[in-house]
C-alpha cells in the first residue's frame, strides 16, 4: 500500500503544472483582457472608426447591399457585431438612425455623405456608411446605410496593447 501511494505521488508530481507555449500565451492573453483600460472619449472614437472601416472591408467584398442575411450574419459574428441596413422607409428605426437616414438623404441631393460614428447609450457605438445609387444625369440618390452596431468592450478589446 505505502509503495502505491508513494507510486500516485510520484507520477502525480511528474505530470502537473506544466502548460504549453501555446497554452500560456491563451491565458495571458485572457489574462489582459481582464484588465482595466483607461480609455478617453477620443480614443474610443478613433478605435471606433478603424473597427468600423475593418468590419465595412469585409462587408463590402461579401455583398455591399446586405441581401445574403446568412453571410453578413456570420461576419457580425466573426466581429462581434450587429450589421444591418438603414432604409429611409423603414418604421422601425431608432430616433438617430432616423436622423442620420434624413442627414444622407439630403446629402445625396448635395452630393456629399460620408462614414458617421454616433455613440448610443452608454455601452454601444453605432458606425454608418451611406450607399448611393448614381443616374444618368451625375445625380445621387441614398439608397440604404451599412449600420454596425458596436459593443464599446468589443472595441476597446480591439485596440493595441501598450
Known sequence: MKRF?????????ACGGKLSNEERKKLHEGM?????????????????LSYGKRVLEAVEKTDKYLN????????GSAYQVKIYPLIPTGNE????????VEAYVSGA??????????????DSILFTKP????HPDGSQEFTHAIAIKMAVK???LSMPQP
Open 93 to 100: 428605426l431608432a430616433q438617430i438612425e432616423q436622423q442620420l
Open 32 to 48: 489582459s483582457s481582464q484588465d482595466i483600460k483607461r480609455v478617453t472619449d477620443a480614443e474610443l472614437q478613433e478605435a471606433a
Open 131 to 134: 450607399v448611393f445609387r448614381e
Open 5 to 13: 501511494l508513494f507510486l500516485l505521488l510520484l507520477v502525480s508530481a
Open 68 to 75: 445574403q442575411k446568412s453571410k453578413i450574419d456570420s461576419i
Open 154 to 156: 468589443t472595441i476597446v
Open 109 to 122: 441631393q448635395e452630393g456629399v455623405g460620408g462614414e458617421n460614428i454616433q455613440k448610443i447609450g452608454t
